[in-house]
């Protein structure tokens, strides 16, 4: 079994790498992160079997680090790893196998990596992850020539629709992501609007509307230079929609 370990703590991970050792040697640690981001990136990679993770990571916490690898239909299953009992009812709601608190003893992690090899044998439940799969997700992964790139949703301040692709635009840079601007309207719709048949902005990013010389509708943004066209249509609704706010 191919297995990841996720720990911002370099003296934990070794510990669980010396225990997953001693279990068997068709068991092998392929890979470690010391935060959430590089162990999603690890894990489409190098699509391990199974994910031993911290809860309390930089960058991406463990159980964020979950919903990503559900929502990239990987075939990676988790097991949690934490010196927390408070997250236990939250991380099964991710679909994790096991639960397993710090310090982890060798028995303990013996029947969490069994209980896994078991899940293993099993298609993945589609139905029994269609919950996880439809809460919004709070990073967005495209790939680069750079390698993956992880976008936070709260950093981008508008999509837009660019022939097939999307470009996903933060303040300081754009990236083309695969998703549909529908899809990421049914998504992320509390958080975003429309403002064009071809635009999605992010709310908490509006600074003010504007009226061009040639009386078109414009949009400006915080932390953004250029202005965004807003169409006739989706100026009123999104007045009405900053009136609510305010």
Same mark, same amino acid.
Do not use: W
């Given at each position: ?34 935060? %959430? ?14 994910? /031993? ?8 916490? %463990? ?50 990596i ?7 044998? !099993? ?5 029994q ?8 997700r709070?990073?967005?992964c495209? =790939?680069?020539? =750079? %390698? ?8 981008? /301040? ?30 992320? %719709? ?11 902005v ?31 249509? =989706? ?8 009136? !609510?706010?305010?």
């Amino acid at each position: 079994m191919k297995i990841l370990i996720a720990d911002d703590e370099p003296l934990a991970r070794q510990r669980l790498k010396r225990l997953v050792d001693a279990i068997s040697s068709h068991h092998t640690v392929y890979a470690d992160a010391s935060n %959430g981001v590089d162990a999603l990136k690890q894990c489409i990679d190098i699509q391990p079997e199974l994910a /031993l993770l911290d809860i309390r990571m930089p960058k991406m916490d %463990g159980l964020q680090t979950a919903t990503e690898i559900a929502n990239a239909q990987l075939k990676t299953r988790v097991v949690f790893v934490t010196a927390y009992d408070e997250y236990a009812i939250e991380a099964f709601d991710k679909n994790a196998i096991d639960y397993l608190l710090k310090p982890v003893k060798q028995a303990r992690l013996d029947q969490a990596i069994d209980k896994a090899a078991q899940y293993m044998a !099993q298609p993945i439940d589609i139905k029994q992850a269609a919950p996880l799969l439809s809460r919004p997700r709070q990073h967005l992964c495209a =790939h680069t020539h =750079h %390698g993956l790139k992880v976008l936070n949703v709260n950093d981008i /301040l508008f999509f837009k629709a660019d022939h097939k692709y999307v470009l996903a635009a933060t303040a300081t840079e754009s990236i083309l992501i695969e998703d549909s601007l529908k899809l990421l309207e049914e998504e992320f %719709g509390t958080q975003f609007f429309r403002i064009h048949r071809n635009a999605l902005v992010n709310t908490t990013a509006i600074h003010a509307i504007t009226k061009s010389a040639s009386g078109q509708f414009e949009l400006q943004l915080k932390g953004y230079k250029d202005t965004l066209s807003i169409s006739r249509r =989706h100026k009123a609704e999104l007045n009405r929609f900053l009136r !609510q706010k305010d």
